[in-house]
């Protein structure tokens, strides 16, 4: 194998075989990972409600930053002792994963958690859990129809929503339980913007 050299009087070198190929040697790691590790950009939140017949929000999340796009990358929920409703499953009681709501009242305002314990960086966000009031049309964009108590449901998003400034998110069930409680996690990273047409 031949040489080459940076050019710059360093003395570093790299590989080359007879086909002209370089040789490198390389790792991979997930964008979770490295938004944590060199940005610090990584939160957790976790949001929970009392069910009631209807609708009932664990969390809601806006993008208040001018600068960073907010990207989910996993939800996670779960139902605890619910009674009063339809016994599950049934096409009445579900999950529901919605974009364009606006907060309106009520509710408690929640702090995420910053994944990287180096890192003093904290989430340009607005968070209610609590089942606030919010305003708007919910558009849907996911849905999943509880099997049981107890039963927790994972959404392994892998930064496919993407909420630009002003952008929000609501975690909700829908339903005709009358007590119970809701649970939520939701995990996501903030990177700057990029241009979208």
């Given at each position: 194998?031949?040489?080459?050299t940076d050019?710059?009087g360093?003395g570093?070198?790299?590989r ?7 040789l490198?040697r390389s790792?991979?790691?997930t ?8 940005e ?8 929970e409600?009392t069910?009631?017949s ?8 806006k993008?208040?930053s ?5 990207i989910?990358?996993?939800l ?6 619910q009674?009063g409703g ?8 579900y999950?529901r994963?919605?974009?364009?709501r606006?907060?309106?009242s009520?509710g ?10 180096n890192?003093?960086n904290?989430?340009e966000v ?7 009031s919010?305003?708007g049309?919910?558009n ?5 129809y509880?099997?049981?108590?107890g039963?927790m ?19 909700s069930y829908i339903?005709?339980q009358?007590?119970?409680t809701?649970?939520t996690?939701?995990s996501f990273?903030?990177m700057?913007?990029?241009g979208?047409?």
């Amino acid at each position: 194998m031949n040489m080459i050299t940076d050019g710059k009087g360093t003395g570093y070198r790299a590989r080359v075989d007879n086909s002209n190929r370089l040789l490198v040697r390389s790792f991979s790691e997930t964008i979770q990972h490295s938004v944590s590790h060199n940005e610090g950009q990584a939160y957790q939140i976790i949001g929970e409600a009392t069910l009631s017949s209807g609708t009932t929000t664990a969390l809601h999340i806006k993008n208040i930053s001018s600068t960073k796009d907010l990207i989910i990358t996993y939800l996670r929920h779960q139902i605890i002792d619910q009674s009063g409703g339809t016994a599950f499953p049934n096409v009445s009681n579900y999950y529901r994963i919605s974009l364009g709501r606006i907060y309106d009242s009520e509710g408690t305002e929640v702090t995420p958690v910053n994944l990287n314990t180096n890192s003093a960086n904290s989430a340009e966000v607005t968070v209610y859990n609590d089942d606030p009031s919010l305003t708007g049309t919910a558009n849907e964009i996911d849905r999943w129809y509880t099997k049981a108590e107890g039963d927790m449901n994972t959404f392994n998003k892998e930064g496919s929503i993407i909420l630009g400034q002003n952008g929000t998110l609501e975690l909700s069930y829908i339903g005709d339980q009358t007590s119970g409680t809701i649970y939520t996690r939701l995990s996501f990273i903030m990177m700057d913007k990029h241009g979208v047409n």
